[in-house]
């Protein structure tokens, strides 16, 4: 059993470590600029920096929205290093979701799941994204009824479009 635990540890820190080496430093900018810009339609109901485990502000951003019962929440971290914002990212993900197959245009990482259910029935999607030193995560939320797909990929694309406009350079 710890042979097989170590034997995933070494393949994880490897694909961490071919992922890193050829990805640069993105611009330094404020956390604040990457977040997604969402319309008239969703309320902002809270702004405020991220925790660490011990409760203890990181670097980043955090905002949350609302329409009636739907929430949607934006994450922006900003890492150290490229290297640091990977292994954030790989921790991250949201493995015990339905993975959208063949999505994941932007970043130099990025995944998309549906986490509480099987698509068409998902409640909750999550788009996790890494640019250089800077990770991103979007979820929304509607415990209502489903979240369609699309509606979810189009938000996602936003996070992209935005990143791409603020750190290229």
Same mark, same amino acid.
Not at 57 to 70: E, I, L
Not at 137 to 145: F, I, K, N, V, Y
């Given at each position: 059993?710890? /042979?097989?635990?170590? /034997?995933?540890?070494? @393949? ?8 890193? !080496?050829?990805?640069?430093?993105? &611009?330094?900018?404020? /956390?604040? $600029? ?8 969703? !309320? #902002? ?13 990181? &670097? *980043?951003?955090? @905002?949350? +929205?609302?329409?009636? &019962?739907? %929430? #949607?929440?934006? !994450?922006? =971290? ?6 640091? @914002? ?7 993900? &949201? ?5 959208? /197959?063949? +999505? ?20 909750? +999607?999550?788009?996790? !994204?890494?640019? *250089?030193?800077?990770?991103?995560? =979007?979820? %929304? ?6 979240? $369609?797909?699309? $509606? ?9 479009? %935005?990143?791409?406009?603020? =750190?290229?350079?």
């Amino acid at each position: 059993m710890v /042979a097989l635990v170590l /034997a995933y540890l070494g @393949a994880n820190a490897i694909g961490v470590y071919r992922s890193v !080496t050829h990805v640069r430093e993105r &611009p330094d900018v404020p /956390a604040a $600029e990457l977040l997604l810009d969402v319309g008239p339609r969703w !309320t #902002l109901v809270g702004l405020l920096p991220p925790l660490d485990e011990r409760g203890r502000p990181r &670097p *980043g951003v955090v @905002a949350g +929205w609302a329409d009636g &019962p739907d %929430r #949607l929440v934006h !994450t922006v =971290l900003k890492h150290v290093s490229p290297a640091r @914002a990977e292994l954030a990212h790989v921790l991250a993900r &949201p493995s015990r979701g339905e993975a959208v /197959a063949g +999505w994941g245009r932007g970043g130099d990482r990025a995944s998309v799941a549906c986490v509480d259910r099987t698509p068409p029935d998902c409640r909750v +999607w999550v788009y996790e !994204t890494r640019y *250089g030193q800077y990770t991103e995560r =979007l979820l %929304r939320s509607s415990p209502d009824g489903p979240v $369609e797909e699309g $509606e979810f990929l189009a938000l996602a694309r936003e996070v992209d479009v %935005r990143a791409e406009y603020v =750190l290229r350079g």
